[in-house]
Structures are given as structure tokens and as C-alpha cells.
């Protein structure tokens, strides 16, 4: 076995929790816990990440107790590297006595930076699948298994950012580039209701101050862990938490955080605010599950869609039924192009696509359809061809 699978389930290294002091590294990290422990739910949080080589910023469950010996490891893990611009992030399932424990990790690969903009990123954990989602798009998904069966235990929800001495896994740190910080807007929780099969109504933190009822502040360390985890480092300021790596001596945070725009540079897009305003899921055209025909992608869109064709985004989550304002980003040369919005094969609204003055000039029309809540699958279905979609935007009303 390489050094690299005995060490890279690498948030085992996280467990080793309590066995080295703290505050006795010349780096300072970032965690924060949850005091309650949840089980099967839906898991959605916004952030943008810390760019650099050895640096990882994270979300993920842990069963308290994992890394003591004899112990079956449960943790569920979103892992973002720093390295190569934070376009890669790592999804993972840790199971298992033994040691070393049982991973299947994943590695993803983006076509922008996780760390230039907030993205949205999902964790599903039912008794039957566990799913990952980024911008509204299904990355993974896996369905039974003892991957899933094997998880039985409530769970702590962590989020932290830290560095690792790991290089052959997450990039060789250079302690040039501190201090990092990985902001996060909020965490959206909802419990998996069995009876129902669905997600039901659970909380939401907004990060408007630092709840001290939820959270705690991690103050420990582990022998992956270059740096410390201290409580400074964690710092809730104009609705986001920050969880900063630094220099010993040098923690807190005392700038601006980076406002959400409510886009997602490169990605498409699912966010969503509270205290009355709007809620979007925006999805990228070319990010589609199944496609019908010889559709086109290019430069980010889908074009050359002729009658007949169609693309299916599978597993969008509706959060709230009602009725939605879907926008489309698209461009035509011609007059007569129309398409039908279709959930799970019935048609919920036509609309058509005016000459927008060319292949390459996009307008944005809209729409209104009843949506119900809960995940499904929505279509674009071209009754007419002759048009080009960047993406669509389902915004409830």
C-alpha cells in the first residue's frame, strides 16, 4: 500500500484529535464542531475556499470516538485542495475498525476556482444513497453499499481549514502564502423524513454571530496537521465565518469578508437567502445528466439544438413548491425556435426564443411554472431547433 492510501482518508489524521497539545506549532488552523449530532439529512452550504498548495478547506460528518482504537470509523467528507488554483476537491466515505480504515474517495475536478467565488455545495445522506452536489449538479452519487448501509451512527457537522504535510496528496505547503481564510455564508440543514421520503424542515445558519448554542471552537491538533487549531482563527464578521490559517501570532481576522454576488463564477449556480428575499438554483445548460440528439457544447453552452433534441438535469432540488420565474440565458438567428420546460417527462411550460441578433448574442427570457418540492428531474425539450443556452434560473416568486 502507498504512503499515499495509507494517509489519505486524510481526515483519519483528524481524529487523532486529542493526542498532541495544542498551540505548539509555529501555524494556526481553523474548526469549528457542531454539539449536536445529526443523522440522515440533506446538507447544503455556501463558501468560497482558500487557494494554495497544502492547504485543504472542508466540510464533513464525523461519529465522535472514530479515531479511538477498536472504534468503527463513520465520516462523510467534502474536501477542497488549495492546489492548482482550488479547482479539485476530494468526496469520501470513511468506514471500518481496522486500521487502516475503508475510503472511497473521489476526486472531482472543476472548470473554475472554488476560491475565487461562493459556491454551493450539498451533501444527501439517506439509509439508501449518499449524493454530492456542486452549483446545483449531481457529482456523485452512491447507491447502497457498505458505504451507506454501514453509516448508523448521528454524527458531528465540522467545518475547518488547515494544512497538511502530505504533499504526494494535497501539494507541498509554502507558508508564504498565509494568512488564507475560507469564508463560509451558510449551512442549510434539513432531516431525511422516511415516511415521506424526502427532506423536511430543519435549520439554517446564517453566520450572522457566532452561535455559540451550535458550535464549538476547535483548540487541538493531529500529526498530519502543520498547524494548530485555534479558537482565533474563527471569526464571524458581516454575516460570513471565517476560518483563517496563519501565522503563530498573527491570527484573527480583521478584513472585509467577500460579499456572495449569488453567482458562482464558471459554475452554475444553486443559493438561496433568507428573511423574505429570493431563492435561485441556476443551472448550467452543458451540466445536463442525458441528452437526446447530437447537441453541441461549446465554450461553456449548449448549441446546434435541433427539433426533437433535449437535455435532462437529473436530482434538482426544489426546496419549497410554488411557482417559479424560470429564466433562460440563450441566442438565435431565427424567429421560430421554441422549447418546453418538462418535469419528469410532463410539460410545465412552452416558451419561445426570439432572434436574439446572432449565434453569439445571448438575451435572457423567462417564464413562470408551478413547481412541486422535493428532487426531480427537469428537461429542456426542443419543440422547434434553432437556438444556443448558456444556462437556466429557477427563482420561486
Known amino acids: 500500500m502507498s504512503k499515499l492510501n495509507r494517509y489519505v482518508g486524510a481526515l483519519v489524521a483528524l481524529c487523532m484529535l486529542f493526542a498532541v497539545p495544542s498551540f505548539a506549532k509555529p501555524y494556526k488552523a481553523a474548526e469549528i464542531y457542531s454539539k449536536q449530532t445529526y443523522k440522515y439529512g440533506r446538507y447544503e452550504i455556501r463558501m468560497r475556499v482558500a487557494k494554495g498548495s497544502g492547504v485543504l478547506s472542508t466540510f464533513f460528518t464525523y461519529k465522535n470516538g472514530s479515531e479511538q482504537t477498536g472504534t468503527f470509523w463513520e465520516e462523510i467528507d467534502i474536501e477542497i485542495f488549495g492546489k492548482n488554483n482550488a479547482t479539485q476537491w476530494q468526496s469520501n466515505v470513511i468506514i471500518g475498525t481496522n486500521r487502516p480504515t475503508t475510503k472511497t474517495e473521489g476526486l472531482h475536478t472543476t472548470g473554475f476556482s472554488m476560491g475565487d467565488a461562493y459556491h454551493t455545495y450539498v451533501l444527501e445522506w439517506t439509509p439508501s444513497y449518499i449524493a454530492w452536489f456542486v452549483d446545483?449538479?449531481?457529482?456523485?452519487?452512491?447507491?447502497?453499499?457498505?458505504?451507506?448501509?454501514?453509516?448508523?451512527?448521528?454524527?458531528?457537522?465540522?467545518?475547518?481549514?488547515?494544512?497538511?504535510?502530505?504533499?504526494?496528496?494535497?501539494?507541498?505547503?509554502?507558508?508564504?502564502?498565509?494568512?488564507?481564510?475560507?469564508?463560509?455564508?451558510?449551512?442549510?440543514?434539513?432531516?431525511?423524513n422516511s415516511s415521506t421520503n424526502s427532506f423536511g424542515t430543519g435549520w439554517r445558519d446564517d453566520f450572522n454571530s457566532f452561535d455559540s448554542n451550535r458550535w464549538n471552537k476547535a483548540n487541538w491538533t493531529f500529526g498530519e496537521n502543520l498547524a494548530d487549531f485555534d479558537p482565533n482563527n474563527v471569526v464571524v464578521k458581516n454575516g460570513i465565518l471565517v476560518l483563517a490559517l496563519t501565522r503563530e501570532g498573527q491570527t484573527g481576522y480583521t478584513g472585509t469578508p467577500p460579499a456572495d454576488g449569488g453567482s458562482s463564477g464558471g459554475g452554475s449556480t444553486s443559493s438561496s437567502s433568507s428573511g423574505g428575499s429570493q431563492s435561485s438554483i441556476t443551472i448550467q445548460a452543458e451540466n445536463y445528466n442525458q441528452v437526446g440528439g447530437s447537441v453541441t457544447v461549446s465554450g461553456g453552452t449548449v448549441g446546434y439544438i435541433d427539433a426533437g433534441e433535449w437535455m435532462k438535469y437529473t436530482n434538482v432540488n426544489i426546496p419549497s413548491a410554488g411557482t417559479y420565474k424560470v429564466e433562460y440565458r440563450v441566442a438565435s438567428a431565427l424567429t421560430t425556435a421554441q422549447f418546453t420546460l418538462d418535469r419528469d417527462g410532463v410539460g410545465l411550460g412552452t416558451i419561445s426564443v426570439p432572434n436574439t441578433g446572432g449565434w453569439g448574442t445571448y438575451q435572457t427570457i423567462s417564464h413562470n411554472v408551478y413547481l412541486n418540492a422535493g428532487v426531480q428531474s427537469l428537461a429542456i425539450y426542443a419543440n422547434t431547433g434553432g437556438f444556443n443556452i448558456d444556462w437556466f434560473r429557477l427563482t420561486k416568486i
Open 136 to 192: 446545483g449538479t449531481q457529482v456523485r452519487r452512491i447507491n447502497g453499499g457498505q458505504f451507506v448501509t454501514s453509516l448508523t451512527s448521528p454524527q458531528d457537522l465540522r467545518f475547518n481549514l488547515w494544512a497538511a504535510n502530505i504533499a504526494e496528496w494535497v501539494g507541498a505547503f509554502n507558508p508564504n502564502i498565509l494568512p488564507v481564510y475560507q469564508f463560509v455564508n451558510y449551512i442549510d440543514y434539513k432531516p431525511w
